[in-house]
Structures are given as structure tokens and as C-alpha cells.
């Protein structure tokens, strides 16, 4: 737990990653096995600790692909004394690392945002580090905004841009593809698998966004995993490079943020605040940075090399090794 009141209150929400919905579409997409688990203390009723494992066909826990996070949901007591959450997060995240360290896991794997005590896994020599991601309460505050944000909309406004929730998803995939053919990656999600995403949360629970230009084309879309009353995840995103300056990103999420507001949202997550130009036109929202845990499992070659090879070092050594 930190003594911060957005930290805490992120941990106690639950989050749209625990959706049947989307732990079926993980299942099928990826061929992982999903199970949720459950840590309480033994004889007490509170606290306890809800979340949801990927396994692999060896039962190794795994963060399958266009996963932000494993999703976790803490529950204290009626309490607010930080000595008395710092206890009780050790008492449930002990029987989480006590599980990890049984089943194994592989890879890194992520704790959502909000969720930074990792002395439990520090103490049982887990890999630790932290990553960032910006997250926010909704409905979605102006006052901490950079001015190009409004600056932006009321141009993409001007000149005659639209944006509005969207079932449409060759649209959507239309604009990811657009990204993905600018920075050359792939989000692994052809049209059919955002269709089959969407009967299997239900339209209250996978959002669909598109910006649109004068003509009607699509230049911006946008996926959110919404839950009310819930965290809800910012999924995909992707834009036109021709039509970025004109304020169309600005425009497109400043209406997600508002229909999601409406629809009951509590919480939003922009889900990662790691590369820097990424993390850049995030801030310029003024949401809070948020640190979450992450845990890597460690071969013993690397864990020899990481202690035999001088921290300063290990950048010129792999640069070496991946140039043989």
C-alpha cells in the first residue's frame, strides 16, 4: 500500500480486466488458461485478495499478449491507519508471492497500477521493478491540463472533425493499422477479433471510438475495456499520422472520457507511461503518474550474469551480443 489516496483507491476497485468476457477472449486468442484466485488469511474474513492468473500448458503463470496488467482487487478492512492496510497487504500479498514461487511463472508480469509494496516478493529474491502508468478518476478533471489539450480539440472542431462512440470495427481497424504501419508493430487484433471481443464483453463493456474528417473518413480509433463503478483500460488506439496535428487524439479521447463519465465510470487508466514520446503526450492530460510492480522471471544464466557482470557494463554487452 502507499500512503496515497488514488494508489488505495485503485487497489480496492476492481478492474474491467476481470470481465468474463475478456478472460474468454484471452483464452482463445492466445491459448492460455485462466484462473482466478483467491488469498485469505487463515480464520479471518478480511483482508483478502481477489485476481486472475494466465497459465501456460505447464501451469507457469504468464501475462499473455495485449495484457497491460494480471488484474488484483485487494479488500482491507474498514480501516484508513497506514500501519494497519501496510499489515494486511503483507498478509495477503505473502500467500500471493508463497503461490507464485509454487507455480513458477515466466516472463514479466505486471500488477496494475497502484499496486507498488513488493517486499513480500523481494523477500522470497523475486525480480523486482517498477514501471509508470498515468490514471485517473472520472469524471476526467480540465484544471490540470496542459492548454494545448483544449487548444487542440477546438481545432480539430473548426475544422470539421467528429468524434463519437462506434460499433464500426474495420473503421477502428482502419486507424490502427495506420499506427501500426508508422511505428511498425502490430496489435495482433484483425477486425474479426475486435468483433468477437465485443460479443464476448457485451457493447456496455468494449467501447468503441472513431474520429472522423469533414468527409466522413476515419483518422482516429480507440478500444476502452470499460466497467462502471470499475477501473476501466485505455486498450487501442491508433491514428492517421496525416491528421495528427490537427488535434484529432485530443478530440477522440476528450469524447471517451466524457461517454465513459456518463456511463458510470469511476476510474480510467491510461495503461502505460514507459516510452518517453508516449508518455509525453499522455502527461499533457494531468492525470496522476502512478507507479505499478512488475516481477521477472529470472534463468539462472541471467542471474549469474547479473551478479558477476558490472551494472555499467551490461548495455555494452548486450549491444555486443546482439550484433553477433
Not at 504501419?181 to 463493456?205: I, V, Y
Not at 495503461?271 to 509525453?280: E, S, Y
Request: with cysteine.
Amino acid at each position: 500500500m502507499m500512503h496515497d489516496p488514488l494508489c488505495n483507491a485503485l487497489m480496492t476497485a476492481r478492474s474491467a480486466l476481470f470481465l468474463e468476457g475478456w478472460l474468454k477472449f484471452n483464452e482463445e486468442k492466445w491459448g492460455y488458461r485462466a484462473e482466478r484466485v483467491f488469498f485469505q488469511p487463515a480464520g479471518k474474513e478480511l483482508p483478502t485478495l481477489e485476481g486472475v492468473f494466465y497459465l501456460n500448458r505447464r501451469g507457469h503463470v504468464v501475462m499473455p499478449p495485449r495484457n497491460p496488467y494480471l488484474p488484483l482487487h485487494f479488500t482491507p478492512t474498514s480501516t484508513e491507519q497506514p500501519y494497519r492496510l501496510y499489515t494486511q497487504w503483507l498478509e495477503v500479498s505473502e500467500l500471493l508471492a508463497s503461490d507464485l514461487e509454487k507455480r513458477g511463472f515466466r516472463g514479466t508480469i505486471s500488477f496494475p497500477s497502484g499496486f507498488t509494496d513488493g517486499r513480500s516478493f523481494q523477500w522470497k529474491s523475486f525480480s523486482t521493478n517498477f514501471r509508470y502508468s498515468f490514471a485517473t478518476r472520472l469524471p476526467v478533471e480540465q484544471t490540470n491540463q496542459d492548454p494545448s489539450v483544449h487548444k487542440n480539440i477546438n481545432k480539430a472542431i473548426r475544422l470539421g472533425y467528429r468524434a463519437q462512440a462506434t460499433t464500426d470495427w474495420e473503421a477502428i481497424h482502419f486507424c490502427l493499422k495506420k499506427t501500426e504501419d508508422a511505428k511498425a508493430f502490430s496489435h495482433m487484433t484483425p477486425p474479426k477479433d475486435l468483433a468477437r471481443l465485443s460479443e464476448l464483453l457485451g457493447q456496455d463493456h468494449c467501447l468503441g471510438y472513431v474520429c472522423r474528417d469533414s468527409a466522413g473518413s476515419p483518422v482516429s480509433g480507440q478500444i476502452k475495456i470499460f466497467l462502471a463503478d470499475g477501473i476501466s483500460i485505455d486498450w487501442s488506439a491508433g491514428t492517421d499520422r496525416e491528421h495528427l496535428k490537427n488535434g484529432v487524439n485530443q478530440l477522440i479521447y476528450e469524447d471517451s472520457f466524457t461517454d465513459m463519465a456518463a456511463r458510470g465510470g469511476r476510474f480510467f487508466d491510461l495503461c502505460g507511461a514507459n516510452i518517453k514520446p508516449v508518455a509525453n503526450a499522455k502527461a499533457t492530460w494531468g492525470f496522476p503518474l502512478i507507479p505499478y510492480l512488475t516481477l521477472t522471471h529470472e534463468t539462472a544464466q541471467r542471474k549469474l550474469a547479473r551478479l558477476l557482470v558490472p551494472k555499467a557494463l551490461r548495455p555494452s554487452i548486450r549491444r555486443f551480443l546482439k550484433g553477433v
